[in-house]
């Protein structure tokens, strides 16, 4: 079992930045592969980047890349999402999740990770 939770979330201003942390506990966060997702209310569940334990990385080209920067720190089990130039149209839920997975493909779909965090609220307003 692999605990998640997220905290850094909060109510910006457009254009500003926040960065958003996910702890690990459980079994070796350093072998798993991590995803931060976002959903909005009345959407889906979207990818927004994810990281391998062996460093790919891969972001959704349309929700943040240029603007956002996924890295992880496996000696404080702790996954980031640096979020800049923030816009309206980013806010969501973001949660992050974790798979034990391909140290070279990136997961992109909800279904292929088996552990979830409850998520941080990203508010952002113009």
């Known amino acids: 079992q692999v605990q998640l939770v997220e905290s850094g979330g909060g109510m910006v201003q457009a254009g500003g930045s926040l960065r958003l942390s996910c702890v690990a506990s459980?079994?070796?966060?350093?072998?798993?592969?991590m995803g931060w997702f976002r959903q909005a209310p009345g959407k889906e569940r979207e990818f927004v980047a994810g990281?391998?334990?062996?460093?790919?990385?891969?972001y959704n080209s349309d929700s943040g890349k240029g603007r956002f920067t996924i890295s992880r720190d496996n000696s404080k089990n702790t996954v980031y999402l640096q979020m800049n130039s923030l816009k309206p149209e980013d806010t969501a839920l973001y949660s992050c999740?974790?798979?034990?997975?391909?140290?070279?493909?990136?997961?992109?779909?909800?279904?292929?990770?088996?552990?979830w965090g409850q998520g941080t609220q990203v508010t952002v307003s113009s």
């Open positions: 999740a974790a798979v034990s997975g391909s140290p070279f493909v990136i997961a992109k779909k909800p279904s292929e990770y088996d552990y």
């Open positions: 990281i391998s334990w062996a460093n790919t990385i891969v």
């Open positions: 459980g079994r070796a966060f350093s072998g798993y592969s």
